[in-house]
């Protein structure tokens, strides 16, 4: 497992072993587990420390992808650690349909809702999430619910960053340390514009079948029924071969978009977060 804890710099090791010791230091903890690399890193760390006094829990809608969600349960499963899932309701909060600018407090107000009363019957185990010190930054609403439900975030208190994550994880022999940032799929839609079952659907619907073709790193913006597709800049020209982007039209039609374009721009994150 330990694949090249060697390589890591004096300051790196001091980092992991602070990391280890902020976890063992609990009785129990509960990691808001969505399969990401931060997460990951939290849940293996609790695990490691532990053992069946951590549990990993992922927050389950029509939001997330459902590769993704498999990709947790294979990642828990190498861990060997414990991982529960939880149906959360977010589509039926009109704080969160009607697509607000702090839409992904909702939704993280929702996920701790539910998360609550799991770590109190676990002796009121603590719970954790991967926010990383990068992220404080950033446009997210989010981290303010998880403060306000008590959550603690171990990489932002240690002022890990998100390349840290990467190094320690990739040192710790975890397969996915280059996994890239998957943001869920309500961040596909222009703030202001509605999100439902239906709409998350085709996104999902239309992101895996551009997976199958080999494109890992993929955002379909849905901006009403037209659909802009976002590739690494260096994979447009793959992208649009003559027969792909037929292929490409043809499928994202069947989903049930009007129009399809593929953004020159390349693929950016948080771009519609851009004003």
């Known amino acids: 497992m330990f694949r090249q804890l060697e390589s890591l710099s004096e300051l790196e090791h001091d ?18 587990y969505s399969g990401g690399v931060d997460s990951s890193l939290v849940a293996a760390i609790a695990h490691e420390q532990l053992g ?14 459902p590769h993704l969600l498999l990709e947790a349960r294979q990642q828990a499963a190498w861990l060997g650690m414990r991982h529960q899932e939880v149906l959360t309701l977010e589509l039926e909060d009109p704080d969160y349909t009607s697509n607000p600018q702090d839409r992904c407090y909702a939704c993280k ?19 954790l999430d991967g926010v990383n010190q990068d992220d404080l930054g950033d446009h997210r609403p989010g981290i303010a619910a998880a403060k306000e439900a008590g959550v603690r975030s171990p990489l932002a208190e240690l002022g890990i960053t998100k390349a840290t994550v990467r190094r320690l994880s990739w040192a710790l022999g975890f397969p996915w340390w280059d996994k890239p940032a998957q943001p869920c799929l309500a961040s596909r839609f222009p703030y202001g514009d ?4 239906e709409r998350l659907q085709r996104v999902g619907q239309a992101e895996a079948w551009l997976i199958q073709q080999g494109f890992d790193q993929v955002r379909v913006r849905s901006h009403g029924l037209a659909a802009r597709v976002e590739v690494p800049e260096e994979r447009i020209t793959d992208l649009l071969q003559p027969w792909l982007r037929r292929e490409l039209v043809k499928s994202l039609l069947g989903f049930g978009f009007t129009s399809v374009s593929v953004d020159v721009e390349g693929l950016v994150s948080g771009k519609l977060n851009r004003v």
């Open 15 to 32: 980092v992991l072993k602070r990391l280890r010791d902020s976890l063992a230091s609990q009785q129990q903890v509960c990691v808001a």
């Open 194 to 197: 509605s999100i439902s079952r």
């Open 52 to 65: 069946e006094q951590a549990l990993a829990i992922t927050g389950v809608s029509p939001s997330l992808a």
């Open 109 to 127: 107000r929702e996920l701790h809702r539910h998360l609550a009363p799991i770590a109190a019957e676990a002796n009121g185990a603590l719970v």
